[in-house]
């Protein structure tokens, strides 16, 4: 039986295994608390709530996004402008901001959510599920109509504090955000080059001419400034995947993708460099953010064509009519050995998978890469 609570402002469904317990907002469905290894002496509890969750703010005027904001939520569809074709979507989509309701929940371990869209007809069903003796959270989002093009992500967010290394499957290359944002994304401080092309994360260029190069792979960093950056995977056989490594609390996030659909990830790096309300100056945190988009800009510049596409990059997907895209993501959390500190690779070995860190050292975790087919 799914369990419901008062979590952080906000009405959630609980799920509770042996190993997990997670929390799904009504609103938005945005995944937080979560606890992972909840039945050890160390539970791990690694992701963001907002600030402003237990403060009575009045948030009408802004994104319905901004209410529940936390953990992880789907985008359908990702970014901030959203209109295109006559559809004026709102940030991150009717996903991340409007109501779900709960599914035929069938399954031991399991949750199923839908919301039927409005501003484009259609049918989400989010679905996540538990496998006993892990700590991986299965979750699938099926699309159904919604014809037309999209850019779905997975925006996950982790708070600031203790340091957070950030790593992803090889790229192709990179770019900042072109940080000329009006409306509601004024009073923001950058400190990357505009719109600059890159290689690589510990080495992205910035806006000053005596440290030319900063290293984005490392979070909390550049305090006072609010960033955001696109890298894009290179083709590979298996999953793609993205990692943030958290050594001084000794254990790693992990997450597998289909790359097919989600091609890119984006980095929001939200260190104090926002002032408007309710940010006010004082969020810390990262949104590592698994994507089909480009940059933050939405569905306005995603759907047509843009420097991106240009290049063979893929920022949206277009829906036929009467057809339908299931969305499906791993994550999973990870006990890691003292220096361990960056992930460098994650390959699929004895059912699961195998992570490497840039030190040599590695560690095997459980878990099934089939369900992302």
Same mark, same amino acid.
């Given at each position: 039986?799914?369990?419901?609570?008062?979590?952080?402002? +906000?009405?959630?469904?609980? &799920?509770?295994?042996?190993?997990?317990?997670?929390?799904?907002?009504?609103?938005?469905?945005?995944?937080?608390? =979560?606890?992972?290894?909840?039945?050890?002496?160390?539970?791990?509890?690694?992701?963001?709530?907002?600030?402003?969750?237990?403060?009575?703010?009045?948030?009408?005027?802004?994104?319905?996004?901004?209410?529940?904001?936390?953990?992880?939520?789907?985008?359908?569809?990702?970014?901030?402008?959203?209109?295109?074709?006559?559809?004026?979507?709102?940030?991150?989509?009717?996903?991340?901001?409007?109501?779900?309701?709960?599914?035929?929940?069938?399954?031991?371990?399991?949750?199923?959510?839908?919301?039927?869209?409005?501003?484009?007809? *259609?049918?989400?069903?989010?679905?996540?599920?538990?496998?006993?003796?892990?700590?991986?959270?299965?979750?699938?989002?099926?699309? =159904?109509?919604?014809? *037309?093009?999209?850019?779905?992500?997975?925006?996950?967010?982790?708070?600031? %504090?203790?340091?957070?290394?950030?790593?992803?499957?090889?790229?192709?290359?990179?770019?900042?955000?072109?940080?000329?944002? %009006?409306?509601?994304?004024?009073?923001?401080?950058?400190?990357?080059?505009?719109?600059?092309?890159?290689?690589? &994360?510990?080495?992205?260029?910035?806006?000053?001419?005596?440290?030319?190069?900063?290293?984005?792979?490392?979070?909390?960093?550049?305090? %006072?400034?609010?960033?955001?950056?696109? =890298?894009?995977?290179?083709?590979?056989?298996?999953?793609?995947?993205?990692?943030?490594?958290?050594?001084?609390?000794?254990?790693?996030?992990?997450?597998?993708?289909? +790359?097919?659909?989600?091609?890119?990830?984006?980095?929001?790096?939200?260190?104090?460099?926002?002032? +408007?309300?309710?940010?006010?100056?004082?969020?810390?945190?990262?949104?590592?953010?698994?994507?089909?988009?480009?940059?933050?800009? %939405?569905?306005?510049?995603?759907?047509?064509?843009?420097?991106?596409?240009?290049?063979?990059?893929?920022?949206?997907?277009?829906?036929?009519?009467?057809?339908?895209?299931?969305?499906?993501?791993? +994550?999973?959390?990870?006990?890691?050995?003292?220096?361990?500190?960056? =992930?460098?690779?994650?390959?699929?070995?004895?059912?699961?998978?195998?992570?490497?860190?840039?030190?040599?050292?590695?560690?095997?975790?459980?878990?099934?890469?089939?369900?992302?087919?």
């Amino acid at each position: 039986m799914i369990k419901t609570d008062i979590i952080k402002g +906000q009405k959630s469904w609980i &799920l509770d295994s042996k190993k997990i317990r997670l929390s799904l907002t009504e609103k938005g469905g945005h995944m937080a608390p =979560v606890v992972f290894m909840k039945d050890s002496d160390n539970p791990i509890e690694p992701f963001y709530i907002n600030p402003w969750a237990d403060e009575d703010l009045d948030l009408s005027n802004l994104p319905d996004v901004l209410d529940p904001l936390r953990g992880d939520f789907f985008c359908l569809t990702f970014g901030g402008d959203n209109s295109w074709g006559g559809e004026v979507h709102p940030p991150h989509g009717e996903s991340s901001g409007s109501m779900w309701i709960l599914g035929d929940n069938l399954e031991e371990n399991s949750i199923t959510l839908k919301m039927d869209t409005k501003v484009r007809k *259609g049918t989400i069903t989010k679905k996540i599920f538990l496998k006993e003796n892990e700590n991986n959270l299965y979750i699938s989002h099926r699309i =159904v109509d919604f014809a *037309g093009p999209i850019s779905p992500g997975h925006h996950v967010i982790f708070p600031g %504090g203790t340091t957070k290394n950030i790593s992803t499957s090889p790229i192709k290359f990179g770019y900042t955000d072109d940080n000329r944002h %009006g409306g509601y994304f004024d009073e923001e401080y950058y400190s990357l080059a505009a719109f600059k092309k890159f290689d690589s &994360l510990k080495m992205v260029p910035t806006i000053w001419k005596d440290k030319e190069y900063t290293d984005c792979s490392e979070f909390p960093a550049r305090e %006072g400034f609010m960033d955001l950056l696109q =890298v894009y995977n290179k083709p590979r056989e298996e999953f793609a995947w993205t990692a943030v490594t958290v050594p001084e609390e000794g254990y790693l996030w992990f997450a597998l993708k289909d +790359q097919a659909i989600l091609p890119s990830t984006v980095l929001w790096m939200a260190n104090k460099g926002r002032h +408007q309300k309710p940010w006010y100056g004082r969020n810390v945190c990262i949104g590592v953010e698994d994507v089909c988009s480009h940059l933050g800009d %939405g569905l306005s510049v995603a759907a047509e064509r843009n420097s991106l596409n240009e290049e063979g990059i893929i920022t949206s997907h277009y829906l036929k009519e009467g057809s339908e895209m299931t969305v499906k993501y791993i +994550q999973g959390v990870a006990r890691i050995p003292d220096g361990f500190k960056r =992930v460098r690779s994650i390959e699929k070995r004895d059912e699961g998978v195998e992570i490497k860190s840039f030190s040599g050292k590695s560690i095997h975790t459980k878990l099934d890469p089939g369900f992302l087919l």
